[in-house]
């Protein structure tokens, strides 16, 4: 299952990579103060508000999702009676909180501080019951956005219609067009239609869940558009098909390349990141040992009986990423490795400037009332142009079937710094 390779070290950046842990979770949210090891406090980090009415599947959609429990036990749930906050904190791009609110709650009530609640919201998830009746979710909804919205503009609003599972594709579709017609009309009739909603068909007991929630977490990410330019460039020089950077622990893909998602490749990569777990934690570890089940030279392999290849490398200690692509391609696997060490490299160095970026905000908050941020139209992790302050120690290797095996014999034996943002093929 596992693939090591021996001169790795002369080409691996200098950073340390971490591995994924035996107990594989995130900490438990305090209340107060920075995560288990993110630089953002609670502060600073954004919150992803889930609301809805009762027995709408807010908590399970919560535990299957960050806390990986079963589907089957969520049954056994009870009702959510008070806020309840989780601290998604594992010092990659995956730093938020999770909100989770009881469906009685009532905005109107003078002791709600919506300022408080709504003010540094970076997304809000509405959960509707598609086997119930949903005119009071719609009502409820529309309440729920448009005070929202007056607190604060920048909120991102999604509407999950939960609990599909049971139901017909056709039954499914047309329960997604009607709430979608009656929640815009509702919005356009009260003169909101400035606000815009985003819906997605969800159930815990398939993978759904896990990418409506990637869409809705990559919103929050301002350097999504480096990592999808570093996808593409890892794939077009690699002849790989498709590739994800999951965040392990959630199964949340942070990032993905150009090409539209397919649900079934999804699920793939999915399954693989827990047979990779499972395995580890059960022949990884010595049992007086307290080395890590997946190191930094680690890798897993997965060969599919129609000829596709499913290959997982390790980027840090929460991010894997996840590769798809015919096996005849992976002929020239040391053309992947290679590229993958500069992908790797430049993830350190968009990891590195958000932390210089986080010390500024600090700093200038501290200091006075103004403050950089992370993101805005000039940030320098942007993926037009030059190089943009972010560039790596080497230029990825053309792994197309006429170049592939020329890259390899001219590739030179100094790294060359080349903008990762665009770059120079080496052939």
């Not at 904190?89 to 999770?98: A, E, G, R």
């Not at 570890?285 to 890798?299: G, I, K, R």
């Not at 501290?366 to 805005?376: D, R």
Request: aromatic share 10%; with cysteine; charged share 20%.
């Amino acid at each position: 299952m596992s693939y090591e390779q021996d001169d790795e070290d002369q080409y691996a950046p200098n950073f340390s990579v971490g591995s994924f842990p035996k107990e594989f979770g995130y900490g438990p949210f305090d209340g107060d103060g920075d995560g288990p090891t993110g630089p953002l406090t609670g502060e600073q980090k954004p919150r992803i508000l889930l609301m809805g009415l009762r027995r709408s599947g807010k908590s399970s959609i919560q535990k299957v999702v960050f806390h990986k429990m079963s589907p089957n036990e969520t049954l056994f749930l009870e009702s959510t009676n008070k806020i309840i906050k989780d601290d998604i904190s594992n010092s990659s791009f995956v730093q938020f909180q999770i909100w989770d609110f009881p469906g009685q709650i009532d905005f109107f009530d003078p002791t709600f501080d919506s300022d408080m609640i709504f003010g540094g919201c970076g997304a809000l998830v509405f959960v509707i019951d598609a086997q119930d009746e949903y005119n009071d979710a719609l009502n409820r909804l529309h309440q729920t956005v448009t005070k929202a919205h007056k607190v604060n503009p920048n909120i991102r609003f999604e509407v999950f219609i939960h609990k599909v599972d049971g139901l017909s594709d056709d039954y499914k579709m047309e329960t997604q067009r009607d709430i979608h017609q009656r929640a815009n009309d509702d919005l356009a009739d009260s003169g909101m239609d400035q606000i815009h909603l985003s819906f997605h068909l969800t159930s815990i007991y398939d993978h759904s869940i896990f990418e409506a929630f990637s869409k809705v977490v990559q919103k929050l990410i301002p350097q999504l558009p480096t990592l999808e330019n570093l996808l593409n460039i890892l794939i077009s020089n690699s002849a790989i098909e498709k590739a994800f950077l999951f965040d392990v622990v959630s199964k949340i893909y942070i990032a993905t390349d150009v090409s539209p998602v397919d649900m079934q490749s999804y699920e793939l990569c999915c399954d693989m990141i827990d047979v990779v777990i499972d395995v580890s934690c059960i022949y990884g570890l010595h049992e007086d040992a307290e080395a890590a089940a997946f190191d930094s030279q680690s890798s897993s392999l997965i060969k599919l009986n129609n000829g596709t290849i499913l290959y997982l490398r390790e980027v840090n200690k929460f991010l894997a990423l996840v590769c798809i692509l015919r096996e005849a391609n992976f002929d020239r696997q040391g053309v992947i490795d290679y590229n993958f060490l500069c992908f790797r490299e430049a993830i350190q160095q968009v990891f590195e400037l958000r932390s210089k970026n986080q010390m500024l905000y600090n700093t200038s908050s501290q200091g006075n009332s103004s403050t950089v941020g992370e993101s805005g139209p000039n940030t320098s992790t942007g993926t037009s142009g030059t190089s943009n302050g972010i560039s790596s120690n080497a230029a990825p290797l053309d792994n197309s079937p006429n170049n592939a095996s020329e890259s390899l014999k001219q590739s030179p034996a100094v790294l060359y710094p080349v903008s990762v943002t665009d770059p120079t093929i080496v052939t």
